[in-house]
């Protein structure tokens, strides 16, 4: 199983980038995403930047994460680190909905 981690971009050189999340610090390839601009999150897995992330999609990857470090540890209760799910109905992404009926006119 691969697992990527959200790190925010500190310094971009033209081919590579430094990126950090808390003491984790890495330097990562830019050939998939290209030179990022400080402070730019990324998708980073075994040295390499996979894609762009916003704020919000680096905090659910870092909460997912951190959930999985809790089940490793015992926790049970998980709906802290969920909390964007927890609070709302699932749905189907859009490639997997039924098309919407046709109305008869």
């Known amino acids: 199983m ?3 981690v959200a790190l925010q ?3 971009c050189h033209e081919q590579t980038a430094i990126a950090a999340a808390g003491a984790r610090r890495e ?3 830019l050939a998939l995403v290209g030179p990022q ?3 730019t999150w990324l998708l980073a897995h075994n040295g390499s930047a996979l894609r762009v992330l916003s704020e919000q999609e680096a905090q659910q990857t870092s909460a ?3 959930a999985l ?3 490793l ?3 049970q209760d998980l709906d802290t680190y969920f909390a964007d799910l927890t609070t709302r109905e699932p749905q189907l992404p859009p ?7 046709e109305t008869p006119q």
Not at 95 to 101: D, G
Request: charged letters at 20%; one cysteine or more; a positive charge.
């Open 37 to 39: 601009p400080p402070g």
């Open 2 to 4: 691969c697992i990527g």
């Open 69 to 71: 470090d809790a089940v």
């Open 73 to 75: 540890s015992g926790a």
């Open 95 to 101: 490639h997997l909905r039924l098309p919407p009926k």
């Open 27 to 29: 330097r990562l390839n």
């Open 9 to 11: 971009v500190i310094e």
């Open 64 to 66: 997912a994460l951190a």
